[in-house]
T-cell receptor, first 111, second 116 residues
Framework: QKEVEQDPGPLSVPEGAIVSLNCTYSNSAFQYFMWYRQYSRKGPELLMYTYSSGNKEDGRFTAQVDKSSKYISLFIRDSQPSDSATYLCATIKAAGNKLTFGGGTRVLVKP | GAVVSQHPSWVICKSGTSVKIECRSLDFQATTMFWYRQFPKQSLMLMATSNEGSKATYEQGVEKDKFLINHASLTLSTLTVTSAHPEDSSFYIC????????????FGPGTRLTVL
């Protein structure tokens, strides 16, 4: 079993819809959580970084962390075709060095 | 935000040759750099972690004599794929971490290696 599980998709939504992405993790030592966006043949781009349970909002993006359930989510409001990409969740242990990635979810926003 | 560059962005080489990929942090000093490999439609796989001035730490299953990593300065790390073979064809991505008291890694744009 992978330490971080993520549905590979693809997830197809119409433009303007809310995109809902999530990951589950198994190791309670993971304390910090990130969401990256990766366009085809490009490096990942950091979108959100959280370290406590609850919500964090940045523009159209909202990240949620529920440490009791070991569940993290990313919501994208008013989705645009330019949001079509692969979204990777990642986590790291406190005082850790290495990111552990989920497998990535491919999102397609249709105009 | 912090910027990490990679060079070249893509390279095609013949089997048996060596290829060097550079990773630079452009506007910050990176005490730690990471090298990842990504196959099509798969997530990133960490290959090694390098700290400036010391030997790289390789992940299990990664051949250190094949993938040579040098982190000679706080802004530059290099990955050399020695005696490349077609199975080494992949997307290689580096990331850099600024300082020791941060968990945020900034990724480079990646280098696509094709070995004929």
């Amino acid at each position: 079993q992978k330490e971080v599980e993520q549905d590979p998709g693809p997830l197809s939504v119409p433009e303007g819809a809310i995109v809902s992405l999530n990951c589950t993790y198994s190791n309670s030592a993971f304390q910090y959580f990130m969401w990256y966006r990766q366009y085809s043949r490009k490096g990942p781009e950091l979108l959100m970084y959280t370290y406590s349970s609850g919500n964090k909002e940045d523009g159209r993006f909202t990240a949620q962390v529920d440490k009791s359930s070991k569940y993290i989510s990313l919501f994208i409001r008013d989705s645009q075709p330019s949001d079509s990409a692969t979204y990777l969740c990642a986590t790291i242990k406190a005082a850790g060095n290495k990111l552990t990635f989920g497998g990535g979810t491919r999102v397609l926003v249709k105009p | 935000g912090a910027v990490v560059s990679q060079h070249p962005s893509w390279v095609i080489c013949k089997s048996g040759t060596s290829v060097k990929i550079e990773c630079r942090s452009l506007d910050f000093q990176a005490t730690t750099m990471f090298w990842y490999r990504q196959f099509p439609k798969q997530s990133l796989m960490l290959m090694a972690t390098s700290n400036e001035g010391s030997k790289a730490t390789y992940e299990q299953g990664v051949e250190k004599d094949k993938f040579l990593i040098n982190h000679a300065s706080l802004t530059l790390s290099t990955l050399t794929v020695t005696s490349a073979h077609p199975e080494d064809s992949s997307f290689y991505i580096c990331s850099a971490r600024e300082g020791l008291n941060t968990d945020t890694q900034y990724f480079g744009p990646g280098t696509r290696l094709t070995v004929l």
